[in-house]
């Protein structure tokens, strides 16, 4: 019987710890670090929200679904961890004291947590055991209070690169879009600056959405803006000037396609998205097909944007730089249900309509 009660002690005991180290995870320690407890509540609420996703009719419903999911999620991750917590903690008052019922130690463990007084005993192990539940139930909230304002900060550095996309790539953003205007405003030189700033907001994304990975699913103010779509049309508009555009070398464009799809990357592995870290074109296929590319040089060209001639290498230049983030962009916008956008989000809708038509 004894080895019983030590048994459940250590149980409560190692729900307790599992579920600090879960919090620290999540809000504390400043990297990607996984949880499983974390990912539980995460994954079940998708599967909800994914549910919920098959009456939605239309994308602006999905959107207005899918809106609530991250909020949602951080708002359950308090009472999540403070009931289990509750929990493991009851394992120990009942296991300490066989005179207490389960009942009665479930009662005394929600009392000290929540610090509300009402029910306690006169044994020394349960007092100094409620101290400590009830520092741990005052932490948790404190850790939720402070990572909010963190995470809208970063949500809205995020979300002010991707505003300002729309005056340069339109709505939705594209990148042929953003080369044609550029040349109208015969500012094809300027993009350096464009390359730069977006380089450092690839750096803030690997870092935040991966340290604080609920900001993969906080969607834009505007329902047609997403921080995925963004990234794919400046990495496909960088893989253009650089593979088709007849116009001097940049090599800022470079180091954003870098940034950008390390950044992909990174965010993909966090969600344990398998990719090739090492592709080669043409051996390995890209989403984009030969003559949707054509089609974007015809339309490049007949905005008179100087355009090399050797479209064969070009095809191979744009493919070489495309291969390095196809799948994991294609991925993201899939997770995160992203709005239509050329060349991101279409792929997976261009894959239904295949299949459609086969059948």
């Not at 004894?2 to 919090?23: D, E, Q, W």
């Not at 995870?25 to 549910?51: I, M, P, S």
């Not at 008052?93 to 006169?122: H, I």
């Not at 592995?269 to 015809?298: G, H, K, L, T, W």
Request: neutral net charge.
């Amino acid at each position: 019987m004894i080895l019983v009660h030590i048994a459940i002690f250590l149980l409560g005991l190692y729900i307790v710890i599992r579920t600090l180290i879960a919090a620290l995870r999540t809000f504390v320690l400043a990297r990607g670090a996984r949880d499983r407890l974390t990912n539980w509540l995460f994954v079940a609420l998708r599967a909800l929200f994914n549910f919920a996703l098959r009456f939605a009719k239309t994308y602006q419903q999905r959107d207005q679904v899918m809106a609530f999911y991250a909020p949602v999620a951080l708002l359950l991750l308090l009472p999540y961890w403070l009931v289990l917590t509750a929990f493991g903690y009851g394992m120990m008052y009942w296991a300490t004291d066989t005179s207490v019922s389960w009942s009665d130690s479930v009662v005394l463990s929600g009392s000290s947590l929540l610090t509300l007084g009402f029910a306690r005993d006169s044994h020394l192990l349960h007092d100094l055991l409620a101290f400590s539940e009830a520092t741990i139930g005052l932490l948790l909230v404190a850790l939720l209070i402070a990572y909010l304002p963190t995470m809208y900060a970063a949500f809205s550095r995020r979300e002010l690169q991707v505003t300002l996309l729309e005056v340069r790539a339109g709505s939705p953003p594209s990148a042929i879009e953003m080369i044609a205007r550029f040349h109208r405003i015969h500012r094809l030189e300027t993009m350096h600056d464009l390359w730069e700033t977006w380089e450092g907001w690839f750096a803030e994304i690997e870092e935040s959405h991966t340290s604080l990975a609920a900001l993969v699913f906080w969607r834009s103010p505007q329902p047609d803006h997403s921080w995925i779509t963004a990234a794919g049309a400046v990495l496909d508009a960088a893989a253009l000037m650089r593979s088709v555009v007849d116009a001097p070398q940049d090599r800022q464009a470079d180091l954003c396609l870098r940034a950008g799809y390390l950044a992909l990357r990174r965010v993909a592995d966090y969600f344990m998205v398998s990719y090739n870290d090492a592709p080669q074109f043409p051996v390995d296929p890209i989403s984009i097909s030969r003559e949707e590319f054509e089609e974007a040089c015809e339309k490049l060209e007949g905005q008179g944007v100087p355009m090399k001639q050797d479209r064969d290498q070009a095809w191979l230049d744009f493919g070489g730089w495309r291969v390095n983030y196809d799948t994991v962009l294609l991925a993201l916008c899939r997770l995160t249900v992203a709005p239509y956008a050329p060349w991101s989000s279409d792929r997976s809708l261009l894959v239904k309509m295949r299949k459609v038509a086969k059948a």
